[in-house]
């Protein structure tokens, strides 16, 4: 025997069914368009602190003639800090193109190595620089704020992705 069709009784009225379904529609929007504000603000966070890491690198030398280090301002760590910079931001800008989890635990992953780069690179100098004369360089204020210009665009990338992936983890 064929199961019975639904009484008109238990089915709420036509207009009751448009008002439920206009109320999903109206939820799915307001959650649509959260969504499209927190990436926004993502997007914005990932591309300024990218840009603050990158150029935190660059104020070193900004301030003098040429924008690359040469001669002896080259050392294998300021090498390997710039290709982490320029690792970095090649991630963040993979993530925006394309989202993805793997792309969002790279930059979280690569956040962290500019500042730890940075910090040997000051400690060595500053050990050098102990035994010379020109200790006085190395402990210059403008060397501090450009490390502490790194860590902040590192910690505002490497803070948002990881963000985004426990939000996409959890959900």
């Known amino acids: 025997m064929p199961p019975s069709p639904p009484s ?4 709420p009225s036509e207009t009751e069914q448009l ?4 109320q999903r529609l109206e939820a799915r929007f307001h959650a ?3 969504e499209a504000e927190r990436l926004r603000v993502a997007t914005a966070l990932l591309t300024g602190g990218t840009v603050v890491a990158f150029l935190s690198r660059a104020l070193p030398w900004a301030s003098d003639e040429s924008w690359v280090p040469s ?5 294998l760590l300021s090498v390997l800090l710039w290709v982490a910079v320029a690792a970095l931001a090649g991630a963040v800008v993979r993530y925006l193109f394309r989202p993805s989890r793997f792309w969002l635990g790279a930059v979280v992953g ?4 500019p500042p730890a780069l940075l910090l040997v690179e000051w400690a060595l100098a500053a050990a050098a620089a102990a035994e010379s004369a020109y200790f006085s360089d190395v402990a210059d204020p403008q060397t501090g704020r ?6 902040l665009g590192c910690a505002v990338v490497g803070g948002t992705a990881a963000r985004l992936l426990q939000e996409e983890r959890s959900s």
């Open 8 to 11: 008109t009784n238990d089915r």
């Open 19 to 22: 008002r439920q379904r206009l």
């Open 32 to 34: 649509h368009a959260y």
């Open 71 to 75: 001669g002896d301002d080259t050392t």
């Open 110 to 113: 690569l956040a962290c190595v």
């Open 146 to 151: 450009y490390f502490l210009l790194m860590l």
